[in-house]
């Protein structure tokens, strides 16, 4: 029964924000869809860097617990 009561308490929360926003006027950023930014120049190379990084220091952690007797 709790569960149901839960469920009951946030759609009238949802429709009374629903309301709310067409009430006031106001955009619902909710619903506008998000774009991705592209990665470019430096920071598209440094992130290539830190990929290699830490495949490096992955083979040598397990190069490390591989020595270990």
């Known amino acids: 029964m709790d569960s149901d009561d839960?469920?009951?308490?946030?759609n009238d929360l949802d429709?009374?924000?629903e309301n709310f926003i067409?009430?006031?006027g106001l955009v619902n950023y909710n619903k506008i869809p998000i774009e991705r930014a592209?990665?470019?120049?430096?920071?598209?190379i440094a992130f290539w860097f830190l990929r290699i990084y830490?495949?490096?220091m992955v083979v040598?952690?397990?190069i490390g617990?591989?020595?270990v007797h």
Do not use: A, H, M, P
Request: no cysteine; charged share 35%.
């Open 65 to 67: 617990f591989y020595r």
């Open 54 to 56: 830490i495949i490096i």
């Open 15 to 17: 429709n009374d924000w």
């Open 60 to 62: 040598l952690v397990i």
């Open 22 to 24: 067409k009430e006031e």
């Open 38 to 44: 592209e990665i470019k120049g430096w920071v598209k």
């Open 6 to 10: 839960k469920t009951s308490k946030q």
